[in-house]
């Protein structure tokens, strides 16, 4: 342990090759759904990562120690190949990418707002895109474990 508070979480300290390492599992983690699913699972996690695992990819072996290094495996060998681009809006993307993302009814989504519902839609883009942080804040920290799937 590394003296962290219960209110901060729970803290894990390691040492490797001669050098401390501290990681810190903030409360909110500590509640998510991955968690409480991780902790479901436990005993099964714990059988298949009781001895170093070995992945092949594309007749390459690589040794998986533990849950996190597979993640990081799965991750990086996903990426390979793949660019991610972000855009502020709508204008900065050239028309085949607006036709990938936006203008082809296969791949979009259109909400309707009903006008008893007009107000509350305000009130919320006000609270997301106004220039007041505080509101902001409350929203995102009032909703984030909501989030079921985040692209970060």
């Known amino acids: 342990s590394s003296g962290v508070s219960a209110g901060e979480g729970i803290g894990f300290a390691r ?3 001669g050098v401390q ?5 903030d409360p909110i983690s500590l509640k998510s759904q991955e968690a409480r699913r991780l902790h479901e699972q436990r005993a099964a ?15 390459t072996d690589t040794v998986i120690p533990g849950p996190s290094a597979l993640v990081k495996l799965v ?4 990426r390979k190949g ?11 993307m050239n028309p085949e990418q607006l036709w990938e993302t936006t203008l082809d009814a296969n791949a979009r989504t259109l909400l309707q707002v009903k006008v008893n519902q007009i107000d509350s839609a305000e009130e919320t883009f006000s609270t997301l ?4 942080v505080e509101p902001r804040r409350e929203f995102i920290q009032a909703n984030a474990l909501n989030v079921a799937n985040l692209d970060v």
């Open 45 to 59: 996690i714990a059988d298949v990562f009781e001895k170093p695992a070995t992945m092949t990819i594309r007749e």
């Open 75 to 78: 991750m990086d060998t996903g």
């Open 21 to 25: 390492q501290r990681f810190v599992v």
């Open 129 to 132: 895109m106004g220039d007041i």
């Open 15 to 17: 040492t490797v090759r």
């Open 82 to 92: 793949v660019a991610v681009q972000r855009y502020k809006g709508l204008g900065e």
